[in-house]
């Protein structure tokens, strides 16, 4: 490992930047580097242009990965080696909004019925039971499973926050079957590896299969389970406050997009059309 990469994964962790976040960062700084034949610290504003230059014109590169490669880059420059030249010589794109994709409940229930693996039914259903990122899932420890105040520690909340999310009476019996047959004693979803948590990646697979043997065509990632219990909590009633709490994000502006996802949980929100004569709209009785 060279001294730069150390000094800058040392500066991640300092920073309290998720292990993930600090593996993409030092894999898209390792990429640049590859790209002109010469070390980060020798390269200037300059050949930063014209990467995003080939990522753009060239690569065909996508707006998120472009983003995410920007923020690699402002990190090294600007927090790892403290260059004196402008941030703005590292372009951040404007990022796409894009809704979330968000499965119905009848799609979740196809979903979870068709997870074969008890250690992976218990995984998913407490993502969607409790909303969490597939990060927090991973990390959660077999105590933080408050059956007193049916509560889950979350410990690995995005920023280093710490937060409790619920706990499902469903949800319940399913974590209480899955701990007595597999005997977590650390990790409450342990990893192949010894003394490891089972990785994003894991959850993924196992999220992409039950997906593919329930016939569903969207895309359904971990992160759709989160949206989709954001969405229903929302369907049913619940506040834009107290989603945001149990979602454990920063600002409301992030938890509002799920309005757009579900308009009819809005009150009192129906179509103009409906409010017409039936006979203007040729609609049958």
């Given at each position: 490992m060279t001294p730069l990469r150390q000094r800058m994964i040392e500066e991640m962790r300092i920073r309290n930047l998720a292990p993930g976040t600090q593996e993409i960062y030092v894999a898209a700084v390792a990429q640049f580097a590859r790209h002109f034949g010469q070390s980060p610290d020798q390269l200037g504003p300059e050949h930063v242009r014209e990467y995003f230059r080939f990522l753009t014109d060239e690569a065909n590169v996508g707006n998120?990965?472009?983003?995410?490669?920007?923020?690699?880059?402002?990190?090294?420059?600007?927090?790892?080696?403290?260059?004196?030249?402008?941030?703005?010589?590292?372009?951040?794109?404007?990022?796409?909004?894009?809704?979330?994709?968000?499965?119905?409940?009848?799609?979740?229930?196809?979903?979870?019925?068709?997870?074969?693996?008890?250690?992976?039914?218990?995984?998913?259903?407490?993502?969607?039971?409790?909303?969490?990122?597939?990060?927090?899932?991973?990390?959660?420890?077999?105590?933080?499973?408050?059956?007193?105040?049916?509560?889950?520690?979350?410990?690995?909340?995005?920023?280093?926050?710490?937060?409790?999310?619920?706990?499902?009476?469903?949800?319940?019996?399913?974590?209480?079957?899955?701990?007595?047959?597999?005997?977590?004693?650390?990790?409450?979803?342990?990893?192949?590896?010894?003394?490891?948590?089972?990785?994003?990646?894991?959850?993924?697979?196992?999220?992409v299969r039950a997906a593919k043997r329930a016939g569903i065509e969207k895309r359904v990632t971990p992160h759709t389970l989160r949206h989709s219990f954001a969405t229903h909590l929302l369907e049913a009633g619940s506040d834009l406050r107290s989603i945001q709490l149990l979602l454990g994000h920063q600002s409301i502006r992030t938890t509002a997009v799920y309005l757009h996802v579900a308009p009819a949980a809005q009150p009192g929100l129906i179509s103009p059309l409906d409010m017409l004569d039936s006979s203007a709209t040729g609609a049958t009785q």
């Open positions: 998120g990965r472009r983003i995410t490669v920007a923020c690699a880059l402002r990190f090294l420059y600007f927090k790892t080696l403290k260059v004196d030249w402008s941030i703005e010589h590292v372009p951040l794109a404007k990022r796409e909004k894009k809704l979330p994709v968000v499965l119905s409940r009848a799609e979740v229930e196809r979903f979870l019925g068709a997870v074969i693996s008890l250690k992976h039914r218990a995984m998913l259903m407490t993502i969607y039971a409790a909303g969490l990122r597939v990060s927090e899932l991973t990390h959660l420890h077999v105590q933080d499973i408050d059956r007193a105040r049916m509560v889950i520690h979350v410990r690995r909340g995005k920023g280093a926050k710490a937060r409790y999310g619920l706990l499902s009476p469903r949800l319940l019996p399913v974590l209480e079957a899955y701990i007595e047959a597999a005997r977590p004693t650390y990790w409450l979803f342990p990893g192949a590896k010894t003394g490891q948590p089972i990785t994003n990646n894991g959850v993924h697979k196992a999220c």
